[in-house]
């Protein structure tokens, strides 16, 4: 009786290990997930701002609309919805109407730039409702008149909060948490026209 109680032990404590390891591999499946979505999505807005940018009329090189630095195209900050659903089911589902309809490429530069943000926010939130997307220009010529001029890094930033688990702390990224209250991963790419 004493062997079959040992063995029921061991094999509980078995189990609790079993269910301990599937817990932990659903939050690092999730944060594997929401980095390789935001990943796609950074790199795709960096093919968009490569397709959008024209030669500099000060400069050797290449450059973007200046609308494309706008933080309110980001993150649907110059849209509103009327009822309480998730950005996705609010925006994505359905362009807006402030948004234009650039599929035909008949669209002036500020309005591609409008329409690349809009895109680039709905395939940030497809999956992870909280990410957030950043795009900013560490302008390398700040006495020209273009606001990111030739050769300056275009950063394109997706963050989102992350907790922690098993009493673990992570080790947080500071290029990720500036000016959070709350703990954040990210993925930064950064791009030279």
Request: hydrophobic content about 40%; proline content about 4%.
């Amino acid at each position: 009786m004493i062997e079959v109680l040992v063995t029921l032990f061991i094999l509980s404590v078995g189990i609790l290990g079993v269910a301990s390891l599937q817990f932990v591999s659903s939050f690092s499946n999730s944060d594997a997930l929401n980095r390789s979505q935001s990943v796609m999505v950074a790199q795709q807005l960096s093919e968009r701002l490569r397709a959008s940018a024209r030669l500099s009329l000060i400069g050797d090189g290449l450059v973007v609309d200046p609308e494309y630095f706008n933080p309110d195209l980001y993150n649907f900050g110059n849209l509103t919805c009327a009822t309480s659903a998730t950005d996705y089911n609010c925006f994505c589902l359905a362009r807006p109407a402030a948004i234009p309809d650039c599929n035909g490429g008949q669209c002036s530069a500020a309005e591609f730039a409008a329409y690349d943000a809009y895109e680039a926010s709905c395939s940030a939130v497809s999956t992870n409702p909280t990410v957030e997307l950043n795009l900013s220009c560490d302008d390398n010529n700040l006495l020209d008149a273009e606001t990111c001029s030739t050769g300056s890094r275009v950063s394109i930033i997706l963050s989102w909060p992350v907790e922690n688990w098993q009493n673990i702390d992570r080790a947080l990224n500071a290029e990720c948490n500036v000016a959070k209250a709350d703990p954040h991963d990210c993925v930064r790419l950064d791009v030279v026209l």
